[in-house]
Structure formats: structure tokens, C-alpha cells
């Protein structure tokens, strides 16, 4: 089956990230997948949430936005609150990053990862883990010796990507167009290439079987490993 932009079903978009896109945050990528783009902005906090208070323990935490003109049509922003779409993505992008992370050597200290999608053409979500994970890896080189932490708090690469059924045939990293033509949509998210942190799948306009789960799954984690090996270019031969 020929996809809509010539790629082979097991092949990934381009990517490209661009690190210290903006240079007032504390670690930040520019991810782009194709067509989608995200900015990742990583910023330490004054102080951890009032219910870690007192218990050493530190907080990573994200965000996540649509800029207006992300879409065809223009995106309203968010003026009175998150969406129940856009707080599940953020919740989903916060405890992949938490995922990778040792929060007691962390401290009492509290870092958010932003990401505000400029332009999206299918799996926001993934790209704005990838490089929200780079800027988090970023930030913490930066700011460790400024809050006095030395041992390493990242323990693990963080990774993901999407993975479908359109037409019959499984897909990897679904554009917009295959996205919303897909039988089966998942995204999947790995830790060091390896085990599984999170798996979203839904048979959107049929049901999938144990066998059709393996393939998707077989198709995600080569391209994990894919990944990871570009985010590891950008942080360094050493998780900070």
C-alpha cells in the first residue's frame, strides 16, 4: 500500500530537533516529524507542589497546548481552562517523563516541560514526549549544580511513537490524514527502547487481535530504538 507521503509502512517521518531553540528556557528542543512541530520547553520551578513539601522529593510535570494556527482552522486558546483532551495528553506526557526519572535525588525541586504544538500533522502527543524528554535532559545539566545535586536523576531514556491499522496494513508514525482513517490507532511509549511505560490503543472503527497487538508493538519499539538514538546525540553519552 502506498501511504499518502510515499514512506514504507515501517518507516519514520523525518525528524529533526533543534536544542536551545529558546534561550530563556532552561533546556529546550524544537521537535519536528514531518510536518508536526513542538516546541519543548523545559523551566526549574521556585518550589515543589504544597503536598511534597517536607517529604524530599522532587516533581516533573508538563504541559501541553495547541497554538492557534496548529490546525487548518484555528485552534481558540485555552482561556478558562484545559480541555479534557489537552489535560489527558499533558497527564500522559508527565508520567512518561516521571517514568525515567528518580524523583528522591531530585530534592525539593520541581521542573515543567511545556509543550506548545505550532504545527500539527498527526502524533503530538509522541513528538511532544520525545523532545520534552530531551529539554528535561537538557534543563537538568543546567541547573543541577545550581540546586546542588549531584547524583543523576534521569535513569532512563524516555521514547514513543504511534503506531496504526489504516487500510488494513499496519503503519507506523500516523500522519494526520492516516490518523483519522485509521481502524486501529495506538501510541506507545518505551523506556530505554526496551519496556513498555505506557500502550493507548483503541480499535476505532474495529476490533484487533493479539497477533495484529504484536506487530504494532514490534513496529513501535524498532522505532524507539531509532529514536532514542537520535535523542542521545543531543543529551551526550551520559543521562544527567
Known sequence: MTRIDSRNFNELRPIRMIPGFVSSADGSVLIE??????ICNATLLPEVPHWLKGKGKGWITAEYALMPQSTNERVDRERKGASGR????????????????NLQALGENA??????VIE??????????I???????????????????NAPVLQHVVTAISVGIVKGEPNLDLCYVEDSAADVDMNIVMRDAEE?????????????SKKTLDILLA???????????MQME???????
Request: proline share 2%; aromatic share 4%.
Open 219 to 229: 513496529l513501535g519499539e524498532k522505532a524507539c530504538k531509532d529514536i532514542m538514538s
Open 196 to 208: 513498555f511505560i505506557e500502550i493507548q490503543g483503541t480499535g476505532e472503527h474495529t476490533s484487533f
Open 33 to 38: 516529524m514531518g510536518r508536526t512541530r513542538v
Open 120 to 129: 500539527a500533522d498527526g502524533g503530538t502527543r509522541t513528538a511532544s514526549i
Open 131 to 149: 523532545g520534552g524528554f530531551v529539554a528535561l535532559a537538557l534543563a537538568l545539566k543546567k541547573v543541577k549544580p545550581r540546586i546542588q545535586v
Open 111 to 116: 521542573i515543567v516541560v511545556d509543550c506548545d
Open 234 to 240: 543531543l543529551i551526550g553519552d551520559t543521562l544527567p
Open 86 to 101: 489537552t489535560q489527558e495528553i499533558q497527564r500522559l506526557i508527565g508520567r512518561s517523563l516521571r517514568g525515567a526519572a
